[in-house]
């Protein structure tokens, strides 16, 4: 019986296998099986905790719709939903046997879904904190970034779909390397960075800097509110003198009205 592999085009796979070896050797990371059960833990409870939120929220819509018209509550749910399709990526990941069943198709699309579940929840993180710069941190006006809010959600949704559609395109050829848990593909080194960060991990980097500029002159301004208002309680105040006759006589009935 002839072998599946016959009709296989393994151009350049020797230095694709080559170029793994050296990374493993290198980094020497291997991925156990205490690794793989303690990820497909975290990622059922995670997707049990999604759907829970969600459900949460299917109730809330049904029976308290006006409540949806908080940009919070909105976010909530999308982020519960890009957790829920994170869980099921790493969990489909995390099955050695099915992933290495997969053609390239296959492969492309678990790994869009990983990369659009990530980025979902990193650009409507930093949506939260604009908005929160915004209405906290600057003098705009209200009917400024109340207008913007429509947006969050929208373009959150579009930069999470195509940006790892174009990192997807250029991987011709992707396999999945097992004892690395990660995808790889025959190209440069520097290529495969360059898809990798332009794509994915430079927005992650951005919004995990901004989100924490935000976070932290936002804890600064709350401080030294905190530590005023301290100040005036503390500081003993100099007794009033009250005009009381003045006082009272704007309130006590004249001659006429009695």
């Not at 949506?127 to 207008?147: F, N």
């Not at 959150?156 to 995808?183: D, E, R, Y």
């Not at 800097?209 to 208002?229: E, G, K, Q």
Request: overall charge positive; charged content about 15%.
């Amino acid at each position: 019986m002839d072998s599946p592999l016959n009709g296989l085009d393994v151009s350049g796979l020797e230095g694709l296998l080559d170029n793994m070896a050296e990374v493993r050797e290198r980094w020497a990371f291997v991925v156990t099986a205490e690794y793989r059960v303690a990820i497909q833990t975290l990622a059922s409870l995670s997707l049990v905790s999604s759907l829970l939120v969600l459900g949460v929220m299917l109730w809330v819509r049904l029976h308290h719709r006006s409540y949806f018209k908080r940009l919070s509550l909105r976010v909530s749910g999308y982020v519960a939903f890009a957790d829920l399709l994170s869980a099921i990526s790493e969990l489909l990941m995390m099955n050695t046997n099915l992933m290495l069943r997969q053609n390239e198709h296959g492969l492309r699309f678990i790994l869009w879904l990983s990369m659009f579940s990530s980025l979902l929840f990193v650009f409507l993180t930093l949506c939260m904190a604009i908005q929160l710069h915004l209405s906290t941190l600057t003098r705009v006006r209200v009917g400024v970034y109340m207008k913007l809010e429509q947006w969050y959600v929208p373009l959150s949704m579009l930069a999470s779909v195509v940006l790892p559609a174009i990192a997807v395109a250029q991987m011709k050829g992707v396999m999945w390397v097992p004892w690395m848990h990660a995808f790889n593909w025959p190209v440069d080194a520097w290529k495969r960075k360059l898809v990798l960060w332009s794509c994915h991990f430079v927005w992650i980097t951005i919004t995990v800097v901004y989100t924490a500029c935000v976070a932290s002159v936002l804890a600064m301004v709350i401080r030294r509110m905190w530590r005023n208002s301290v100040d005036v309680v503390a500081e003993p105040r100099v007794p009033e003198k009250w005009d009381w006759a003045r006082l009272t006589a704007s309130v006590r009935p004249s001659e006429d009205t009695m």
